[in-house]
């Protein structure tokens, strides 16, 4: 049967890309290494259930699949978490709200779970000044105890983050640029989760949550007819983050959105401890899902990683162009499809859809774009734009978007017909899909939306 053996193909194709690198989970072996800097997922929606206001959320440290391991996955206090938007279309970030961790110190003789840690900062913070020279300081922050910081039972850890707000481009340098939230708990494991109201301007976010990622794959027959998701189980550590319309947009109605992890430069070891200094070099990047794993080859997933926006139009494009899968698909599947002439792909990824989320001039990057003023829908689609409705992927991307499905039916040719290019067979394109429709727990309905982590 050609739908089977189709199918099959696909299946294949995308174990090819392998279980340990769904999306973006693990693209690369430094992101292997580095799981508490690897960023996984991004999603940029207008929050149904509070007027006005968009959601940006983040997850990182992939393949955390139990209890014992809320004890690892957690965020790195030597790194910077960072969502960057682009309000008017250049390519450029105009705000960013960047999440740096701390932990704190436990005293020496306090090695025992449940006892208190002391109120201070475990981390030397190597301060960069503005003009670029490195200098030694004592933290500047206060770490008196706070009504926030709660109690951390049986977790030898106690995390809290700042959250900053740099407005114009992130250069780097900027660490400690206009502080929005200072000292909010981080939830690790199941407890209680810790929600922050900055002054009603925002809801913010930090801890385990399951897997929001979906995908099912599978190497022979049986796991097609009964497709499990390959993530079911698992959890990531998140950032969620609730903010007004007003805090994200500018003057258009779209923006575009992409997640970045940064680590310094230079890491020091000194009497087992690291230490790091330098200015913030990109590790990981997040925008559209898929991007990395189906169209960047494997000799530039790294470059991806470390590039920013602006560059893509002389690097990254080539590969929306003339995608290597898009002929496998063709060939392999056997799926009659245009194989050149596709301006569709590098359109959608590149610079979005008219009239749906392209800003209306731009530099073609690759992004989450989202355009705000489109209502969330009352009957979301799963297929999102692809099923007619426009609130979700690759209109930005809500969490019960099948970002799969979508990815490989655009490859296919889903939306040749909006780029003006004519092709009727889209029909066969419905079987591009995994198999595997939504998420293994429920999402909350409100913040933080993703759904509690797995004990
Ligand atoms: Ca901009
Ligand atoms: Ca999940
Ligand atoms: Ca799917």
């Known amino acids: 049967m050609r739908f089977f053996s189709g199918v099959m193909v696909l299946i294949l194709l995308i174990s090819s890309v392998s279980f340990a690198q769904a999306f973006s989970h693990a693209d690369t072996v430094s992101l292997r290494r580095d799981p508490a800097m690897d960023q996984t997922s991004l999603y940029a929606f207008r929050s149904d259930s509070e007027e006005d206001r968009v959601v940006i959320a983040g997850s990182y440290f992939p393949f955390a699949s139990s209890q014992t391991d809320f004890f690892h996955a957690l ?46 900062n475990s981390i030397d913070e190597d301060e960069i000044s503005d003009d670029g020279a490195n200098e030694l300081q004592s933290s500047d922050i206060d770490l008196s105890p706070s009504e926030d910081i709660q109690e951390f ?37 199941a407890q209680g989760i810790q929600i922050n109201d900055h002054d009603g301007k925002g809801l913010f976010f930090f801890g385990h949550r399951d897997d929001p990622d979906f995908f099912g794959t599978g190497m022979n027959r049986l796991e097609f007819l009964s497709p499990t998701d390959q993530l079911e189980r698992m959890n990531v550590f998140s950032i969620v983050m609730e903010l007004p319309l007003d805090l994200v947009q500018g003057e258009h109605s779209v923006i575009g959105v992409w997640g970045a992890t940064y680590r310094m430069a230079v890491r020091q070891m000194k009497n087992g401890m690291t230490r790091s200094r330098g200015n ?32 893509d139009e002389e690097w990254l494009s080539q590969y929306f162009t003339l995608p290597l899968l898009m002929s496998v698909l063709a060939e392999k599947v056997g799926l009659d499809i245009p194989l050149q002439g ?16 392209q ?5 073609p990057a690759e992004m989450l774009r989202l355009n705000v003023s489109l209502r969330p829908s009352e009957r979301p689609s799963r297929m999102g ?11 930005g991307r809500r969490l019960t978007d099948d970002a799969t499905d979508i990815s490989f039916q655009i490859m296919g040719g889903m939306l040749l017909k909006t780029f003006g290019i004519s092709f009727e067979n889209t029909s066969q394109l419905l079987l591009l899909g ?8 429920d999402f909350e309905p409100d913040f933080p939306y993703l759904a509690a982590p797995h004990l």
Not at 296 to 302: I, L, Q, R, T
Not at 342 to 357: A, F, L, S, T
Not at 359 to 363: E, I, L
Not at 434 to 441: A, G, I, K, P
């Open 359 to 363: 800003f209306r001039s731009g530099v």
């Open 385 to 395: 734009v692809l099923g007619g409705d426009f609130g979700g992927f690759p209109n």
């Open 75 to 120: 965020p790195d206090p030597d790194g910077l978490y960072a969502f960057h938007i682009d309000q008017d279309g250049d390519a450029v970030e105009d705000v960013t709200y960047a999440v740096r961790f701390r932990q704190l110190r436990w005293r020496q003789e306090q090695v025992m779970f449940g006892m208190e840690p002391e109120e201070e």
């Open 153 to 189: 039972v049986g977790y030898p850890y106690r995390f809290i983050a700042d959250v900053y707000r740099i407005e114009g481009e992130f250069d780097g340098r900027t660490r400690r640029r206009d502080l929005y939230l200072r000292s909010q708990s981080v939830s690790i494991g």
């Open 280 to 311: 913030w070099q990109q590790v990981s990047r997040m925008g559209m899902p898929w991007v990395n794993h189906l169209y960047v080859p494997y000799s530039k997933k790294h470059q991806y990683n470390a590039q920013h926006p602006s560059a």
């Open 342 to 357: 596709r301006k569709d792909i590098y359109e959608i990824y590149m610079n979005g859809i008219p009239d749906v989320n």
């Open 434 to 441: 995994d198999r595997v429709t939504s998420n293994d727990r």
